[in-house]
């Protein structure tokens, strides 16, 4: 049978595993304790009827001992989760501790409202940045340095037995007949190559050249004016000297020539849908019409 009495005297003045004495008072590691402190209202091992709150990865529960479940050690403690929400875990300690000793109830509910102000706290510092300290490991940066060092010397005497080999090979030290590397000989070929077109392009200067603009267009209008002058010298020479019959015949004569000019240039534009005309074509034409009217002129002044 436990009596509590007996179990705390012997805790008290013998030996607990679970008492902290520091200066400024007793305290208890135990899990169980509801307050921490190593009193007999407080130890969970001399009272046969105990509640606390103990938390498990920020979920809240509580935990109660009866000592009807005494001689049951795996079955002793009764756990019950709490919510979230303060108010209602607040009336489930009330239900469930409702004719139990009022130190125990007002503990348990203290310890819950600690538990919750911790919560909040962690979760404000887990949102905010903070410096981490971090150690400096001396001896892999000196490790590191060394290794350096080692890597950079060993670098310069590649380069310079590289420059030594190249010189005793332009010299003709060797003899003929070389057995190196081909990616070698074409990685020196590349950098001499590079280096002479270095030096050509410095060498040259940039020659200057006067272009005159507009020389197309220019041409194209003075073929339009030379063969509008043309045309109209043409009327007006004809015109002078002619008859009522002939003018009439010379009339006809220019009307079937424009028609044949409009059935032509209609044709190229549906054999090239889109395709924009060019002045020269036009201008073809119209020197067409010209050797044609200088025909019928000669023609008329030779009788015929």
Same mark, same amino acid.
Do not use: C, S
């Given at each position: 049978m436990q009596h509590d009495e007996v179990i705390w005297q012997v805790i008290r003045h013998n030996h607990c595993s679970f008492m902290a004495k520091i200066e400024t008072g007793k305290f208890c590691r135990n899990p169980y304790n509801v307050t921490g402190i190593c009193n007999r209202s407080s130890c969970p091992l001399a009272n046969s009827r105990y509640a606390t709150i103990r938390d498990h990865d920020g979920v809240f529960y509580l935990y109660m001992k009866t000592i009807e479940r005494s001689h049951q050690p795996n079955k002793l403690? *009764?756990?019950?989760?709490?919510? /979230?929400?303060? &108010? #209602? %875990?607040?009336?489930?300690?009330?239900?469930?501790?409702?004719?139990?000793?009022?130190?125990?109830?007002?503990?348990?509910?203290?310890?819950?409202?600690?538990?919750?102000?911790?919560?909040?706290?962690?979760?404000?510092?887990?949102?905010?940045?903070?410096?981490?300290?971090?150690?400096?490991?001396?001896? *892999?940066?000196?490790?590191?340095? /060394?290794?350096? &060092? #080692? %890597?950079?010397?060993?670098?310069?005497?590649?380069k310079s037995i590289e420059k030594e080999l190249l010189e005793r090979l332009k010299r003709g030290v060797y003899g003929d007949i070389y057995n190196y590397p081909a990616d070698k000989y074409n990685e020196i070929l590349d950098k001499e190559q590079l280096a002479t077109s270095d030096v050509e392009d410095e060498e040259e200067e940039a020659e200057i050249e006067y272009v005159e603009g507009y020389e197309e267009l220019e041409e194209e209008d003075d073929m339009e004016d030379f063969a509008g002058l043309a045309i109209a010298k043409s009327h007006t020479d004809d015109d002078v000297g002619l008859d009522d019959d002939d003018k009439e015949t010379v009339a006809v004569d220019r009307k079937r020539v424009r028609r044949e000019s409009g059935l032509a240039l209609k044709k190229l534009e549906?054999?090239?849908?889109?395709?924009?005309?060019?002045?020269?074509a036009r201008v073809l034409v119209e020197v067409r019409v010209y050797d044609y009217i200088f025909m019928l002129s000669l023609l008329h002044d030779q009788g015929l």
């Open positions: 403690w *009764e756990r019950v989760k709490l919510p /979230r929400n303060y &108010e #209602k %875990a607040l009336e489930i300690i009330d239900k469930h501790l409702m004719y139990w000793p009022k130190f125990l109830v007002h503990k348990t509910k203290q310890r819950l409202t600690k538990m919750t102000q911790m919560r909040i706290r962690m979760r404000k510092l887990a949102l905010k940045t903070r410096e981490k300290i971090m150690t400096t490991p001396r001896k *892999e940066k000196k490790r590191e340095a /060394r290794r350096e &060092e #080692k %890597a950079e010397k060993a670098a310069v005497l590649d549906n054999e090239e849908p889109g395709a924009k005309l060019k002045k020269k």
